[in-house]
């Protein structure tokens, strides 16, 4: 076909296409002429009939009508609404093929953006019973009729998928949606609509410890309406709370909280540690595969007794106190000053007098460490998705630190800021992949790097 400047396919054309391979959020990717078509729904392998729904000048986006052939490795999901819900990408792909699949992700990032070619990617720790695993979660309510619902949103949108059950949380999470559901039904409680701001109830998150007990934390857009009624609906939750959030956001929390039954924070273990948990408090949510990665993370950085380590993005402190039974002093980094608090209180209630907390930016606080001649024998790097700060792996390169242990949610960022140390001196000495959330396309990733070179 000659080069005409124009994509080879048109919107609403009716293709049929071999399935190459899988985009890191689940899409199938088929090529037309070197032109890429990704196919939702689609698995590596398949052949099928797909109705073209977009198409921009370099690729095209097309929905699968009818499988031709069928990947050996594709499973009836668990879940009822998976096809149109937005919070899990791979149920229908086997969990072997997932694990395999997300190996594979790693290893092209690191190859194709960062360069090491030649750096073996582990096979990835997966779960035993990769269902039920989340023991935390926020339901946005909506109307379905004349009734309260809860549920998540659609992919890329604010369309309300209704729930009744979800099998990759605790059921007793999703329990404590339905009672808040029940409550606003028989009480008449509003909900609220985005559009015209109108309404009350908004929100339920809930968490389960491993203590067993129930935080549940419900959000109106003002004053909580029939408390007596809720609370009696929530009476074997350990804490409950209310908070108000009045603004037009997307965020589900406002400022303003208020305890209305039980304790303000709940006890939650962590590798043998005690961890309070309040209803803003920031823990992993796959408590099996929390134990995996943060020991799997201590394993390979190695603490010494007469090591100091910097915990950088250190969070509430879970790694830093892990960290502390194992060397001379930790010094944890983090910029949210509630979090910084959680960490302070969590040393308190664990006996750790060998960690201190530092509220600021990485990007200001690790160079101004380096530059006051801070012992740093080793570093923890655990950054949000977007990677660490130019100026924080600066200062990783210029510090003492033989080794680093860098926990990444997105390998394509770890992969970039692997490079960056790489040319300051330092490699990648094993890549070891952690299945935090299976039914997802989301992948933890745990690196050693080690400084080859000054």
């Keep these: 076909m000659p080069n005409t400047g124009r994509p080879p396919v048109r919107k609403n054309d009716d293709l049929t296409l071999t399935i190459e391979s899988l985009t890191n959020e689940g899409q199938g990717v088929a090529r037309v002429n070197g032109y890429a078509v990704f196919v939702t729904g689609a698995l590596a392998g398949e052949t099928v009939l797909a109705h073209v729904i977009k198409v921009t000048p370099s690729y095209a986006v097309a929905k699968s009508m009818q499988f031709v052939t069928v990947s050996p490795e594709r499973v009836v999901p668990a879940c009822q609404v ?87 949380h605790d059921e007793r999470v999703v329990d404590a949606a339905r009672r808040v559901a029940a409550w606003a039904n028989e009480c008449g409680v ?155 209180r969590n040393a308190q209630e664990n006996g750790a007098k060998n960690v201190s907390f530092l509220c600021g930016g990485a990007k200001e606080l690790l160079p101004r460490l380096v530059s006051e001649g801070r012992k740093i024998d080793a570093l923890v790097l655990d950054p949000p998705r977007k990677g660490c700060a130019e100026a924080a ?27 960056i140390l790489a040319a300051a001196g330092f490699s990648p000495a094993v890549v070891q992949p952690v299945d935090m959330f299976p039914q997802t396309c989301h992948v933890e990733t745990v690196v050693l790097i080690t400084r080859v070179k000054e």
């Design 82 to 168: 998976f096809t149109q819900c937005g919070g899990c990408d791979l149920w229908h792909l086997s969990y072997p093929a997932q694990l395999r699949q997300k190996r594979q992700w790693v290893e092209d990032a690191f190859r194709r953006l960062g360069g090491f070619a030649e750096t073996p990617v582990r096979e990835v720790l997966g779960m035993e019973d990769p269902t039920r695993y989340r023991n935390k979660a926020g339901f946005p309510f909506g109307i379905v009729g004349d009734a309260a619902v809860f549920g998540f949103y659609a992919g890329r949108s604010h369309r309300l998928v209704p729930l009744f059950d979800c099998p990759i």
């Design 393 to 419: 792996l600066s200062a990783v390169a210029a510090s003492g630190a033989k080794r680093v242990v860098y926990v990444s949610c997105n390998p394509a960022t770890l992969a970039r800021d692997c490079r």
């Design 190 to 344: 509003s909900v609220y609509d985005e559009t015209t701001r109108r309404g009350q109830l908004r929100h339920v998150v809930a968490r389960v410890t491993s203590e067993d007990e129930c935080m549940a934390v419900v959000v109106t857009r003002g004053a909580l309406p029939h408390r007596d009624e809720l609370l009696a609906c929530l009476s074997d939750c350990g804490s409950v709370w209310h908070n108000e959030n009045p603004n037009d956001t997307n965020l589900i929390f406002g400022e303003r909280f208020t305890l209305l039954a039980g304790k303000p924070a709940l006890t939650e273990i962590v590798c043998g540690k005690r961890f309070l948990v309040g209803p803003q408090s920031f823990l992993q949510v796959n408590r099996t595969q929390t134990r995996v990665l943060y020991e799997t993370a201590l394993s390979l950085l190695d603490p010494r007794p007469d090591e100091t380590v910097a915990d950088v993005y250190c969070g509430v402190g879970t790694i830093s106190l892990l960290l502390a039974d194992r060397c001379a002093g930790v010094i944890g980094i983090e910029q949210a000053a509630p979090a910084v608090e959680d960490a302070r």
